[in-house]
Structure formats: C-alpha cells, structure tokens
C-alpha cells in the first residue's frame, strides 16, 4: 500500500509578527540569516507622502492577526514547495497609525543562492497583499479618508 507524499510543513525558524510597534530591518535580516544562506533579500515596504498624485498625511493599518499570521504561514510552505532550498521566510506587518517614511511591511528570505531568494521574496510579498487581511485607511491632507483592502484590493470610501 502506498502512503500519501508528505506534506511540506511550516519551518520552525520562520517568523511572523504583526505589531503596533515600529519595526526593525535588523532584527529581520537576523531572522532570516543561516550559515547556508548565499542571500537574504529584505523588502521593505514604507508609507509614501501620495497616492495617485494625492497628498498623504499619515496611514492606519489594521488587521485581522490570526488569519493574518495564518496567510503568512501558508505563504511560507507554498515558498518552501516552489523554492525548496528556501532556509528562512520571515513576515513582519505593522498596525497603528503610520506616519510618512514609517516601515509598514518588512519581508525576508534566506536561500543559498540570490535568484530563488528574489523570487521568493517577491511572491511572499505579492501574496501577502492579495490574500492576507490587512487594511490600511489613508488620511489626505484635504482631511478626507479612504479605507483599502490591501488583501482583495477592494476600496471603500469613508466620510
């Protein structure tokens, strides 16, 4: 009788945070760090003055954390099952209010070679952004704002 192939499971090393405190590229970069790694790529992502040419003041996030933390988990197996020398995946998020030039996602991979590693860190962060259920509000300077799904990309005006 033949078994079933194993299923890729989460690595114990990866990391996945989402907090209301700033975060730190160092301690990322430490995260995704191994002695078999040829590359760690880091991709940070910060609260720009303008959307669409609209000035920005500042940006809430807000998140649904354990479906979030759950996104982030299934993002590093399906890593792991197309990138399979993936060493280290590490998702970090920010919630809060936000203001301009303030890292909001910090995304790591660490890989013995850079090509995998690019990659990986690119799909983590393009899947993140469609499937995890994060918000963020945008406060213009003319003091309107607007909730974005960063998920499902879907908008919603606010008065």
Same mark, same amino acid.
């Given at each position: 009788?033949?078994?079933? =192939? ?5 690595? =114990? ?8 405190? =700033?975060?730190?590229?160092?301690e990322v970069y430490r995260l995704a ?21 609209? =000035? ?104």
């Amino acid at each position: 009788m033949k078994t079933a =192939p194993s299923l890729i499971e989460q690595d =114990p090393r990866d990391r996945f945070t989402i907090t209301f405190a =700033p975060l730190s590229l160092d301690e990322v970069y430490r995260l995704a760090d191994d002695p078999a790694n040829g590359a760690v790529v880091v991709m940070s992502g910060t609260v720009r003055n303008q959307t669409d040419g609209k =000035p920005v003041v500042f940006l809430e996030y807000q998140a649904y954390e354990p479906m979030a933390i759950a996104i982030f988990r299934q993002i590093a197996v399906q890593i792991r099952q197309q990138w399979p020398d993936v060493n280290r995946v590490v998702i970090h998020h920010r919630t809060g209010s936000l203001k301009i030039g303030d890292t909001s996602v910090l995304v790591a991979v660490g890989c013995p070679h850079r090509a995998e590693a690019f990659a990986a860190c690119r799909y983590a962060i393009d899947t993140l952004k469609h499937n995890a259920p994060i918000w963020k509000k945008e406060h213009w300077a003319d003091g309107s704002s607007h909730w974005v799904s960063i998920g499902a990309c879907e908008a919603e005006s606010v008065p």
